[in-house]
């Protein structure tokens, strides 16, 4: 019963870099999100998909691209990675029933970027 | 804009006491859907409690109650006889629902309860 899985856990990156976060769900949910999480700002929505092949920007989008790869994969890129994107990064996904339920969360991704 | 404020940072309570969180939220939209969570030190995200809009009854989950105010826009989180377990970071967020359950979520609040 694995819900949604991130990978990886922990990284680091030099300034510059590239690095791709992986997200999948086995719950056949539609919908799926990138957020990324610093301190005292709460979690803020990066991009989001509402289905397979669609993807949104969310509010804090420069910087990132995201690939809706199938109905379960759903990965965030970091192009030239920043200092400013040292950050925790989560990715959810929801069903898609026209009326809200429960998003469920990966278990995180630490990033950062020196 | 839909806005979510959490003006406590951190609070602490004593174990087997009560404690209140506070959220309040902004939005012009009728219908919509609120939504407590914890995350502990291990980073994990665990939804507490959720309220729809259209319920005038408070959602009640063991221990953990909401006292939902629509008009006043406020949606506060009780938890009754704490305990150690509960320490946490707790979040208030938002959602209209629809296509999509984007999450609007407030800058949290940090529990500590002690011994």
């Known amino acids: 019963n694995a819900g949604v899985t991130q990978t990886p856990k922990f990284q680091v990156l030099k300034t510059g870099q590239s690095m791709t976060l992986q997200c999948a769900q086995d719950?056949?949910?539609?919908?799926m999100y990138w957020y990324r999480q610093d301190p005292g700002m709460g979690l803020r929505l990066i991009y989001y998909?509402?289905?397979?092949?669609?993807?949104d920007k969310g509010e804090v989008p420069n910087g990132y691209n995201v690939s809706r790869l199938n109905k379960r994969e759903f990965s965030l890129r970091l192009e030239s990675a920043a200092p400013s994107q040292t950050s925790v990064y989560f990715c959810?996904?929801?069903?898609?029933?026209?009326?809200?339920?429960?998003?469920?969360f990966g278990q995180g991704t630490r990033l950062t970027v020196v | 804009a839909q806005t979510v404020t959490q003006s406590q940072p951190e609070m602490s309570v004593q174990e087997a006491e009560t404690v209140t969180l506070s959220c309040t939220y902004d939005?012009?939209?009728?219908?919509?859907?609120l939504f407590w969570y914890k995350q502990p030190p291990s980073r994990q995200m665990i939804l507490v409690i959720r309220?729809?809009?259209?319920?005038?009854q408070n959602a009640t989950e063991n221990r953990f109650s909401v006292n939902f105010q629509k008009a006043a826009k406020s949606f506060s989180l009780k938890i009754s006889d704490s305990q150690l377990g509960d320490t946490a970071m707790y979040f208030c967020?938002?959602?209209?629902?629809?296509?999509?359950?984007?999450?609007?979520f407030g800058t949290g609040t940090l529990l500590a309860v002690q011994p």
């Open positions: 959810a996904s929801s069903e898609d029933t026209g009326r809200s339920t429960e998003a469920f």
């Open positions: 719950m056949n949910h539609n919908s």
């Open positions: 998909s509402a289905s397979e092949g669609t993807t």
């Open positions: 939005t012009s939209e009728s219908n919509y859907y």
């Open positions: 309220q729809e809009a259209y319920k005038q």
């Open positions: 967020a938002f959602t209209t629902g629809g296509a999509t359950n984007k999450l609007i």
